[in-house]
Antibody
Framework: EVQLVESGGNLVQPGGSLRLSCAAS????????MSWVRQAPGKGLEWVSG????????YYTDSVKGRFTISRDNAKNMLYLQMNTLRAEDTAVYYC?????????????????WGQGTMVTVSS | EIVLTQSPATLSLSPGERATLSCRAS??????LAWYQQKPGQAPRLLIY???NRATGIPARFSGSGSGTDFTLTISSLEPEDFAVYYC?????????FGGGTKVEIK
């Protein structure tokens, strides 16, 4: 079964850091680009960051550039999001998502598999 | 950034009725538009990718059409499990963007 399981969400103070993890199983992880997508409470979906299958090109939405870093460990089938200098507006459920297209090159794609999400709350 | 505007914000329909959801892009996204369904407390589920291709396991009552800047998701006959929020998403330009969503509710 193809599955993504996120972890690492927590309550953190403004200015703090958090590292999210996403464990992938049931597919050839290195052959697919991956992304993080977030959803603030009661709001819509916002794409945050994406990474190619090889871990090479990475992409970010403007509001997190310089603060968040996406990475992956293909040997462990793991995706990560290091979040620094967190702000109240980063409060959201964070989903990891797998792209539809096989090959790992196409990072900008539709997402056919999603995790269950992990909650990040930034508050003092 | 490509802005996706979905309309209407809320659609009130009865089971068995046809639902037509719209997504308009601020600039052309070619055919690179996807649709997702999300139910409360659940992750989004991919319905349609690249305008009109149904994802694995998606029933034939869901169909997508359009090109350029105007796209439509049609649910031919609403089933009870179809009442949810629907989002469109473009993959033409960075950053990837989603529309604000259309809630399909029971009338």
């Amino acid at each position: 079964e193809v599955q993504l399981v996120e972890s690492g969400g927590n309550l953190v103070q403004p200015g703090g850091s958090l590292r999210l993890s996403c464990a992938a199983s049931g597919f050839t992880f290195s052959s697919y680009a991956m992304s993080w997508v977030r959803q603030a409470p009661g709001k819509g979906l916002e794409w945050v960051s994406g990474i190619s299958g090889s871990g090479g090109p990475t992409y970010y939405t403007d509001s997190v550039k310089g603060r968040f870093t996406i990475s992956r460990d293909n040997a462990k089938n793991m995706l990560y999001l290091q979040m620094n200098t967190l702000r109240a507006e980063d409060t959201a459920v964070y989903y990891c998502a797998k792209v539809t297209t096989f090959g790992g090159v196409i990072t900008g794609d539709a997402f056919d598999i999603w995790g269950q999400g992990t909650m990040v709350t930034v508050s003092s | 950034e490509i802005v996706l505007t979905q309309s209407p914000a809320t659609l009130s329909l009865s089971p068995g009725e046809r639902a037509t959801l719209s997504c308009r892009a601020s600039q052309s996204v070619s055919s690179y538009l996807a649709w997702y369904q999300q139910k409360p407390g659940q992750a989004p589920r991919l319905l349609i990718y690249d305008t009109s291709n149904r994802a694995t396991g998606i029933p034939a009552r869901f169909s997508g059409s359009g090109s350029g800047t105007d796209f439509t998701l049609t649910i031919s006959s609403l089933e009870p499990e179809d009442f949810a929020v629907y989002y469109c998403q473009q993959r033409t330009n960075w950053p990837l963007t989603f529309g604000g969503g259309t809630k399909v509710e029971i009338k």
